[in-house]
């Protein structure tokens, strides 16, 4: 890059530049489509193009934006894109795009009604869509925070807050040390953000009952009546809705009548799995979630806004408040209007609501829903190729996940690396109760048909030549 002489003086923002990025993006996304997936460039280029000493000087914003976007063609993955199935991943809906441009131009501080009455009042309307949506209670309680991690985070906060509270214990003021203790529930096939968030509010990752799940990944809801009988007094059940590796959802509705008869929390993780809810066809799959006291879910994934993006919805508002408000002299509440910085861990906050209020309102309560059913139906349309082609087919594909073995670990592996080299598509692995598997995550609202059928072309391409 060159270090153009530059005057050190912020310029004002001109439409040229704005205009330039605008160029940069649409190129970006439109060869989403027909790129290889994988990165062209190689760690060592990227650190040559990128890096170097400090600069002393500044760059021309129009040709730092060209090198960045240089930089962007090759050194990005395509995960936006139609044929990436790594992970639960999910792009961003042309909407939802524009509408998070919107909101870096408007660079406003979310954290109370006073900065932006706009963000207020958008994180409401949108917060009460999403809850009618999932079919929720018009009760609960939300909050928008950077994803799922700190959506199971907040959750369990208010969780613990009304545990204890109900043992008659202040653990906002006094902290854990001489707390009764908490019996907390996880189970075995629980998203390990579930254990950062039990560490993160001192509940400790390994002090926890784990419950056997079923062949599916299910908790086991005949073992978790077993070890709900052993103990009395404080209790938090975190249950998960969507497996990250098979889709499969706990009993919820068995595990919420457990909670309920223990004195319970329920917790339910449902990072992609909620939208389940939004489907008709799909949405007995969660049935009993709307029981939950808390539920963590992400917008950045299946409902495919730009990172970072997460919802908590809590059926305790006073617990959900008093585990995260924090008063200071120089905020005074309105009283009336909505402080989104209440409902989450963060002060200063990105107005992170936007994109999902225009992804919802692209989309409508119809768009929503055929995007989910056409993903479980393209996951349907993967598995059954693979099968038929020979392979086997791991899991019960009941929502967005397929896993699949091409015979060996090794073999399996080598097929997976092929297939990310290739590029014409990608999927990651994992290792599904002791096998060695590959991982089919269909969540990108671009997905078509065709993209599914080119896919399996190439899986079986790279499975034929790691396995002869
Ligand atoms: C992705 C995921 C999380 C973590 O979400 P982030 O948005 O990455 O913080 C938690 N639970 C499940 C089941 C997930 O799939």
Not at 281 to 296: K, M, N, P, Y
Request: glycine share 8%; net charge neutral.
């Amino acid at each position: 890059m060159t270090n153009q002489k530059h005057d050190n003086t912020p310029a004002l923002l001109s439409p040229e530049l704005l205009s330039k990025v605008q160029r940069h993006a649409a190129e970006w996304f439109c060869a989403l489509g027909s790129r290889k997936v994988r990165a062209s460039l190689t760690t060592d280029q990227l650190r040559d193009q990128l890096g170097g000493p400090l600069p002393d000087n500044g760059t021309n914003p129009e040709a730092l934006t060209n090198m960045l976007a240089a930089a962007g063609m090759q050194g990005t993955v395509a995960t936006a894109g139609p044929r990436y199935f790594g992970f639960v991943i999910g792009g961003s809906l042309p909407a939802a795009l524009a509408a998070d441009w919107l909101v870096s131009a408007w660079d406003q501080n979310s954290a109370v009604y006073v900065m932006s009455p706009l963000v207020s009042v958008i994180e409401q309307i949108t917060g009460a869509w999403l809850r009618e949506l999932a079919g929720l209670p018009p009760s609960m309680s939300f909050g928008f925070v950077t994803g799922c991690q700190m959506a199971n985070f907040t959750s369990l906060a208010a969780a613990r807050h009304r545990v204890l509270a109900n043992a008659g214990w202040d653990v906002e003021a006094n902290g854990l040390f001489g707390a009764p203790p908490i019996q907390v529930v996880v189970s075995e096939e629980s998203h390990y953000t579930i254990a950062m968030a039990l560490r993160l509010l001192g509940l400790g990752a390994n002090r926890v009952d784990k419950i056997p799940a079923d062949s599916q990944g299910r908790m086991r809801s005949d073992a978790l009546a077993t070890v709900l009988r052993t103990h009395q007094g404080p209790c938090i059940v975190c249950a998960q809705a969507g497996n990250v590796n098979t889709g499969a959802v706990d009993p919820l509705t068995e595990i919420g009548a457990l909670a309920k008869e223990r004195g319970a929390w329920l917790h339910v993780d449902g990072a992609f799995g909620l939208w389940a809810a939004a489907s008709p066809a799909h949405t007995h799959l969660v049935r009993g979630i709307e029981r939950a006291d808390s539920i963590a879910t992400d917008a950045h994934k299946w409902l495919n806004v730009p990172y970072d993006c997460g919802i908590v919805f809590c059926a305790d508002e006073p617990a959900h408040r008093s585990a995260m408000s924090l008063a200071a002299a120089y905020i005074v509440a309105t009283g009336t209007e909505r402080d989104p910085h209440e409902f989450v861990p963060e002060e200063s906050r990105r107005a992170r609501a936007v994109p999902v209020y225009a992804a919802i309102r692209c989309l409508g309560r119809q768009g929503l829903a055929a995007m989910v059913e056409r993903h479980c139906r393209q996951a349907r349309r993967f598995a059954d190729a693979l099968r038929a082609a020979g392979h086997q087919v791991l899991n019960e594909v009941v929502l967005n996940q397929v896993l699949v073995s091409f015979g060996t670990p090794d073999q399996t592996k080598r097929t997976i690396a092929a297939i990310q080299q290739d590029g014409t598509c990608w999927c990651g692995g994992t290792v599904w109760q002791n096998q060695t598997a590959m991982r089919i995550s269909v969540s990108n609202w671009s997905t078509t048909d065709e993209d599914v059928d080119q896919s399996i072309a190439a899986i079986l391409r790279a499975a034929q030549q790691s396995t002869s």
